[in-house]
């Protein structure tokens, strides 16, 4: 008797579950790898996204199977995004001791950064489709995401911008911001989380523990403000 | 505990999502929980165990759910590879100088605000 492998195969690529068993598996690789050696490009989310991407390549799964398998996982965004209040709240009381110095760097810088992707974007003629998905790429990434198809950009691909922001930022931002003369470690973390989110803030968290609290306000706030100012301004522009 | 927190937060993303639909097109959903969870946060004063719990668990793992929107890459590469130069000088420039000119905004406000304590 000869065995259906062809049809095991199928069985196994087709299944439901498949989308989130590799993403599970590499997911746990990429975490051991990165605890391992602390090497900043091995950021586990990218090293997650490449793993997934070449078994599919091998096993001749398109992206769009692969999404709807993986929506168990994506579905979980939506409360990850609201839960953000609860490290926005914690901060609260540092926020006040720093209130205004937070708020106008909050307005200007993160106005600044925002306008100056879009603008070095459009400099470099790079097509709507592709501005709108570079928007956001200074906040976290489910805001990012949710953000840039709200404006008409491409959710995934602002997800892999988002990203390697903030692995630039983790590589660069400290030592950068050491030579031009930023001490103190407010500045520091506020720097690191407003334009690199998640990545910046887990690297001020290194940097210590304030200068990583104020990451984290950093990025919630910019996280929040993006959210609500950017398709407003962009629906008035438009 | 983890099951009770959960609920609340899913139940916020609900309410935001109502609301978008209702009356709100150009916010997330969830975005709008997010306000609408602090806002209630800092009405009652505290975090409650279990919403402290499934939200540290979520955002510990929100890595995870990172991954399969940025497998999406694999569905851009022509739309990428096109305008390669364009995005990555963007990328690494505007990140660059907003970050040291954010950095340096930061630590000038607060010397300033520290003179005039000082001052006062």
């Known amino acids: 008797m000869s065995f259906d492998w062809q049809g095991a195969w199928q069985a196994l690529v087709q299944h439901p579950l498949f989308a989130f068993g590799i993403t599970l598996g590499a997911y746990q690789l990429a975490v051991a790898a990165y605890e391992k050696t602390r090497w900043v490009f091995l950021q586990p989310v990218l090293v997650s996204m490449l793993l997934v991407i070449g078994v599919l390549l091998l096993c001749g799964v398109d992206y769009a199977a692969y999404r709807d398998g993986a929506r168990i996982l994506t579905v979980f965004l939506g409360p990850a995004t609201v839960a953000l209040a609860v490290p926005l709240f914690l901060n609260l009381k540092r926020i006040r001791l720093l209130f205004w110095p937070v708020v106008a760097t909050l307005l200007v810088g993160g106005l600044f950064t925002t306008l100056l992707g879009i603008g070095l974007a459009w400099l470099f003629g790079t097509e709507r489709l592709m501005l709108m998905t570079l928007a956001p790429k200074s906040v976290t990434s489910p805001i990012a995401m949710l953000v840039s198809e709200q404006i008409g950009g491409v959710a995934g691909l602002a997800a892999v911008f988002v990203l390697i922001t903030g692995i630039l930022g983790a590589v660069f931002g400290p030592a950068l911001l050491r030579r031009c003369g930023v001490r103190h470690p407010a500045a520091l973390g506020i720097a690191l989380g407003l334009t690199s989110h998640a990545v910046g803030t887990s690297r001020a968290l290194q940097e210590g523990e304030e200068c990583g609290a104020f990451a984290a306000l950093g990025m919630s706030l910019m996280g929040v403000c993006t959210a609500i100012l950017l398709p407003l301004s962009v629906a008035m522009v438009v | ?120």
């Open chain 2, 1 to 120: 505990m983890l099951l009770r927190g959960l609920t609340w937060l899913v139940l916020f993303q609900l309410l935001g999502t109502a609301i978008q639909a209702l009356c709100l097109p150009m916010l997330p959903g969830p975005i709008i929980g997010l306000l609408l969870l602090f806002v209630y946060l800092v009405w009652r004063g505290e975090v409650s165990a279990p919403v402290q719990e499934a939200a540290t668990t979520l955002l510990r793992y929100l890595p995870l759910l990172l991954v399969p929107p940025a497998v999406g890459l694999m569905a851009y590469v022509d739309a990428i590879a096109a305008d390669f130069w364009a995005i990555a000088g963007a990328l690494l420039l505007s990140l660059l100088v907003s970050l040291a000119f954010v950095g340096w905004l930061m630590q000038r406000l607060i010397e300033r605000q520290a003179r005039r304590e000082e001052e006062a």
